[in-house]
């Protein structure tokens, strides 16, 4: 079974920079897409970065050119920085990894989410 356990969020004044993590467990063989996505309350989860393996990244034009994407393959752990953070980029993130698994199995599962508070 594979869990995701996410880090790094917290209170920041705007312009600040946060990086977030996001860590698996659990017997993996490789990581295909990892997503995040935010959310405010009453609202839906919005897709804020996507990258399958070797494929293009996807940025929500609201976080082009501050938020960067990246993963440690050998530490199965993905990572949001987040640069020049805005109070309107206050949310819950959340990690969304899918991956293969032994015995031609995969896995497609979400961290617990981690609270980013910027203030102005």
């Known amino acids: 079974q594979v869990q995701l356990v996410e880090s790094g969020g917290g209170l920041v004044q705007a312009g600040g920079s946060l990086r977030l993590s996001c860590t698996a467990s659990?017997?993996?063989?490789?990581?295909?897409?990892v997503d995040w996505y935010r959310q405010v309350p009453g609202k839906r989860r919005d897709l804020v970065a996507a990258?399958?393996?070797?494929?293009?990244?996807h940025y929500a034009d609201s976080v082009k050119g501050r938020f960067t994407i990246s993963r440690d393959n050998a530490k199965n752990t993905v990572y949001l920085q987040m640069n020049s953070l805005k109070p309107e980029d206050t949310a819950v993130y959340y990690c969304?990894?899918?991956?293969?698994?032994?015995?031609?199995?995969?896995?497609?599962?979400w961290g617990q989410g981690t609270q980013v508070t910027v203030s102005s």
């Open positions: 990258t399958p393996t070797g494929g293009t990244t």
């Open positions: 659990g017997t993996i063989l490789s990581i295909k897409f």
């Open positions: 969304n990894v899918y991956g293969s698994l032994p015995d031609d199995d995969e896995f497609d599962e």
